[in-house]
């Protein structure tokens, strides 16, 4: 299978073209009865097929939340395959947060599960975890760069529990955020406009200037609306890393549902708040 172009410069277009919001697929069963569906395989269906509907041919990103999948078996994961069928047919980047993470031997079969052209869940990108050892995802970045995808490595999450484990100094070094940060920085070299090799850090955290986060790659940045980030905190938080921050919303839109039009609205608002902000950055 011939390889797609790189995802770094396949997003850079994306960002340039439909501007940098991620919206996220996140079913979650209160949204499900919000939106008047059942807690069952067909109402996860009717809310991704809505989701995918009303934002998958504006948006750069979609990020389905595989947990919300997984929770229903083999028929969700069907439904899963299907929304990222169809938000690329729209034109969307599918970006699959799976966070998976294990031993390399391991990490080689979710590499091939979410990362080969070919396989029913292949997605352009996949959240993954380094804290068995940034070398433990070897196998996936070798895939990736073999077919085209990219991956968001988890740097520094959005949760206040994340600090312990991400501030945390290595004797002699600096802390683990910030290796990961520079592993990330080494896989991107030399790519242009845009390496593959991405990094997640929230948007809630406030100032981040003694993290280099210009490593060549895309940020992933959740924690906007449910989270209590805000799209004006995105040029305090990222500096002049801000032109490659791809800041997602999951709950902030899916709560607009389930009327399309209503969804298209509200991703809209964060867009242009985005817009703005980044702008203004
Ligand atoms: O990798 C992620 O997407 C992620 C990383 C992180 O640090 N924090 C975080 O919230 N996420 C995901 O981003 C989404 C945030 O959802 P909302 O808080 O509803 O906007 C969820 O799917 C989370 O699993």
Redesign the pocket.
């Known amino acids: 299978m011939t390889a797609l172009e790189p995802f770094g410069a396949r997003l850079r277009r994306a960002m340039d073209e439909r501007g940098p919001l991620s919206v996220?697929i996140?079913p979650h069963a209160s949204l499900l009865a919000e939106w008047g569906l059942n807690d069952d395989v067909a109402g996860l269906e009717r809310f991704s097929r809505t989701v995918v509907e009303a934002v998958a041919g504006r948006v750069a990103v979609l990020?389905p939340?595989s947990a919300f999948f997984e929770r229903f078996g083999a028929r969700g994961l069907a439904v899963l395959e299907k929304a990222v069928e169809e938000a690329r047919a729209a034109g969307a980047l599918v970006v699959m947060?799976a966070?998976r993470g294990d031993i390399g031997s391991t990490m080689a079969a979710y590499a091939e599960a979410f990362l080969h052209q070919g396989a029913p869940l292949f997605s352009d990108a996949l959240?993954v975890s380094p804290y068995l050892g940034y070398g433990s995802l070897k196998p996936a970045v070798d895939l990736a760069r073999e077919s085209g995808a990219g991956l968001?490595v988890?740097a520094l999450?959005?949760?206040p529990e994340?600090g312990e484990v991400q501030h945390a100094v290595r004797p002699g070094d600096r802390t683990v955020g910030a290796t990961m940060l520079a592993h990330l920085a080494a896989e991107n070299a030399g790519q242009e406009p845009l390496g593959s090799f991405g990094a997640?850090v929230?948007a809630t955290l406030g100032d981040l200037s003694s993290y280099d986060l210009d490593m060549g790659g895309p940020l992933?940045a959740?924690?906007?609306?449910?989270?209590g980030a805000t799209p004006a905190d995105l040029p305090r938080v990222f500096g002049k890393a801000v032109h490659n921050v791809v800041p997602?919303?999951?709950?902030?839109v899916?709560r607009h549902g389930p009327d399309i039009v209503a969804l298209r609205d509200a991703a809209e608002r964060f867009a242009e708040e985005i817009r703005a902000a980044v702008a203004a950055g």
């Not at 959740?222 to 989270?227: N, S, V």
């Not at 997602?248 to 902030?252: A, E, Q």
């Open positions: 996220g996140d990020k939340q947060d966070k959240t968001f988890l999450t959005s949760n994340g997640v929230g992933l959740p924690g906007i609306g449910a989270q997602n919303v999951s709950r902030g899916l």
